[in-house]
């Protein structure tokens, strides 16, 4: 074949058609929901379930923070993900890295559902577990970049907070169907079953969701944005290099922009659900009704953020969030420690509102200081980071000082998070957010 031919078939491949939006939203929404299904499964589970089954002959908070602990794993495997993913999302296109990252997700996922516990094998039971909470979190670290530039790089002029906000919403979807997967499951079927075999199906079962989601991004085209990479032959050939050599910068500021919205989001998840379950004694069911409810308002709040961010922009929409965030630190310990249950669901209330408003516009703002040849790697890098720094630890730091030192501190933790993301939205500039 002649150069002249091949450079004719590389235009047609590059020259695709472009996606429909309602494809292309549902694809990145629809991919994020599985991952943080099964991601927020493990976290329900490493409260309800793990302690007893995979930690056992310990006190019941040591137990806990131990499954915390594997918990966190996930969080420094996504940087590892980021990095692979983001490399193959960068040289080969977004669709492809975005199938391998769901099946690695959900491959770990579904060997969680049939692992032996602690009784069965002894301690290879917890080893297991953590190996695949690493392959969890190392799907993640590389599905999450993707899906965001899934969704802003077929944007339209003046909507990338609005696109980006669809694989946000996947994180409150996802964690409605897990809450309320395990809610009917304790209606159906009695508590000894639930922590003999029922706590096993929804791990199995996210087998049919990844179905699913392959089928829908197998559907669609690669990136308008990627595509034009490719025809100017703007790759290049170690993504991550060039991060860490041209864009320290942004990935440093980047990591603690998003802080805040790690550590609310998992003081207001998976922390308060073991508060509620272990410290104050709530029943299981109604711990994971206030779950769901707050994954409502969780998902309200993003779509409200994709809106209203679009039209104030969102370096300003990021500064008001993030003072509101660190006033509602003064409010956690009255609502959780005087208010009784109504105190309970106003933090949740509170808390998951100001969440979305943060989580809904994070994924546009921390994928925009990059170029188009690193992004996926920049962006994920960035997200994962901040994942270590602000989630890793927080269910375990805030289940820590709570137990040590009083429930004011905890509120303490979530406003010098928001005192630094603050500083770092600043220092970043309106241009790169």
């Known amino acids: ?170 994180a409150p979807v996802g964690l409605f169907i897990s809450s309320g997967f395990y809610w009917i499951m304790l209606h159906v079927i009695s508590e000894d079953d639930f922590l003999t075999w029922g706590w096993r199906l929804p791990f199995i079962a996210s087998i049919l969701l990844i179905a699913l989601g392959l089928w829908v991004r197998l559907t669609i085209s690669e990136t308008p944005e990627f595509a034009k990479a490719i025809e100017k032959e703007e790759r290049v050939s170690v993504p991550v290099a060039e991060v860490f050599r041209s864009h320290k910068r942004s990935l440093a500021l980047g990591t603690f922009v998003a802080l805040v919205t790690f550590v609310l989001f998992y003081i207001c ?5 073991s508060y509620n379950v272990k410290v104050i004694k709530i029943p299981f069911l109604d711990a994971l009704k206030i779950q769901i409810y707050g994954s409502v308002i969780f998902g309200i709040s993003i779509v409200v953020a994709g809106k209203v961010a679009d039209m104030t922009g969102r370096f300003k929409f990021l500064i008001v969030v993030t003072l509101l965030i660190g006033l509602f630190s003064f409010t956690l310990a009255p609502l959780m420690s005087t208010g009784g249950e109504g105190g309970i669901y106003g933090f949740v209330t509170i808390g998951m509102f100001l969440m979305g408003l943060t989580y809904g516009v994070i994924g546009a703002a921390l994928a925009a200081p990059f170029p188009t040849r690193v992004r996926y790697t920049g962006s994920s890098l960035t997200f994962n980071f901040a994942g270590i720094f602000g989630a890793s630890l927080a269910p375990y730091a805030a289940t820590w000082l709570q137990t040590n030192y009083g429930m004011a501190y905890v ?14 939205i600043l220092a970043m500039g309106r241009e790169k957010v």
């Open 1 to 170: 074949m002649s150069d002249t031919s091949l450079a004719s078939a590389d235009t047609s491949v590059v020259s695709v058609p472009p996606n429909a939006p309602h494809k292309v939203l549902l694809a990145s929404l629809i991919g994020t929901t599985i991952e943080f299904f099964d991601f927020y499964s493990y976290a329900i589970a490493a409260v309800l379930v793990f302690p007893a089954l995979f930690f056992p002959g310990q006190d019941p908070m040591t137990a806990l923070l131990a499954s915390f602990a594997t918990f966190s794993i996930a969080f420094f495997a996504r940087p590892f993900g980021a990095v692979i993913f983001g490399h193959f999302g960068d040289r080969i296109g977004r669709k492809a890295t975005l199938v391998a990252a769901l099946l690695t997700m959900g491959i770990s996922t579904v060997i969680i559902g049939i692992l032996p516990t602690y009784a069965q094998i002894g301690v290879y039971a917890p080893l297991l577990l953590a190996l695949c909470r690493f392959g969890q979190g190392f799907g993640l670290g590389g599905e999450w970049g993707g899906a965001v530039l899934m969704a802003t790089e077929n944007a339209p002029e003046g909507k990338r907070s609005w696109y980006g906000m669809f694989p946000q919403l996947g």
């Open 411 to 424: 509120g303490y933790y979530l406003l010098a998070a928001a005192a630094i993301t603050l500083f770092c």
């Open 269 to 273: 998840s998976a922390w308060l659900l």
